[in-house]
């Protein structure tokens, strides 16, 4: 199984049709992976707090979801199309991943479950999701988290009790905390004995430098492949979905839970 991990740049001077367009032909490029991750709310800026509400579309049908609804189909990939700010039908706004299927169809959604702020920007802007998420995928289970989420280690369990052997965390995870970012990735593969892609973004947010540092991660928490800095680039790796199974055999920790 072929992974690959978009690092894509968040110019706020590149309009977002232009940048939609962008990410489409990237996605494009690489119909040889099996899946495709792109980054956290990279149509707006993981940090444009001001435009959130300007920039929010429906799921599905909002423009995102229907360019990257064509990519997926055009390359014939499984693609984690990052997030989107989500109008839903009541108004209130999500930070919400989109899944798509080869053929294109929205194969799952998750709305962000943990919002970062400290009662300011998202915290207070957006809706929380509620629902841990998996989805059947390129022939293994995925378990769906996004950026903050990855601070909260009882999700990750969650997921891995619902039967997730991959674990995708889109984020725009600022470069002020790189060393959060990267430890937390590593810490979530070892202790649920999962694959683990962390998907970055490149540039800056609103101003906030970003962290990149995208990895693929192995559920022995061994590095695989992963980009050594913030800049605009493609990390691919393959993968064993059995290894999973593997690794759970050889140090079954996980039988030794009590609570």
């Known amino acids: ?12 001077d590149e309009p977002v049709n232009a940048r939609r367009s962008r ?9 040889g ?27 599905p049908g909002g423009p995102t979801a229907e360019v990257m609804s064509e990519a997926a189909r055009d390359a014939g990939v499984w693609l984690h199309a990052g997030s989107v700010i989500e109008r839903a039908p009541d108004g209130a706004l999500y930070n919400t991943s989109l899944l798509f299927a080869p053929d294109g169809t929205l194969a799952a959604t998750y709305r962000k479950i943990h919002r970062f702020g400290f009662d300011r920007g998202e915290a207070t802007l957006l809706s929380a999701g509620t629902s841990p ?19 909260f280690p009882e999700l990750f369990r969650a997921l891995t009790d619902a039967g997730a052997q991959l674990l995708v965390v889109p984020a725009g995870w600022p470069a002020a905390r790189t060393g959060h970012w990267t430890l937390l990735a590593r810490a979530r593969a070892v202790e649920n004995q999962c694959y683990v892609l962390a998907c970055g973004t490149a540039g800056s947010h609103a101003g906030v ?21 913030a800049t605009e680039q493609i990390v691919t790796a393959d993968l064993d979905p059995a290894r999973v199974a593997e690794v759970r055999e050889q140090f079954p920790v996980l039988k030794d839970r009590v609570l």
Not at 1 to 12: E, F, H, Y
Not at 209 to 229: I, K
Request: net charge negative; aromatic share 6%.
């Open 1 to 12: 199984m072929r992974t690959s991990l978009i690092q894509l740049g968040v110019d706020p």
């Open 23 to 31: 990410a489409a032909s990237l996605v494009r490029s690489l119909s």
């Open 33 to 59: 992976s099996d899946l495709v991750v792109l980054p956290e709310l990279w149509p707006v800026g993981a940090f444009a707090f001001e435009r959130f509400a300007a920039e929010a579309e429906p799921v």
């Open 133 to 151: 998420v998996t989805a059947p995928a390129a022939g293994t289970t995925l378990g769906l988290a996004t950026c903050y989420d990855l601070r």
């Open 209 to 229: 430098p970003q962290a990149g540092r995208s990895a693929v991660l192995d559920p022995w928490g061994e590095t695989l492949a992963e980009a050594l800095d």
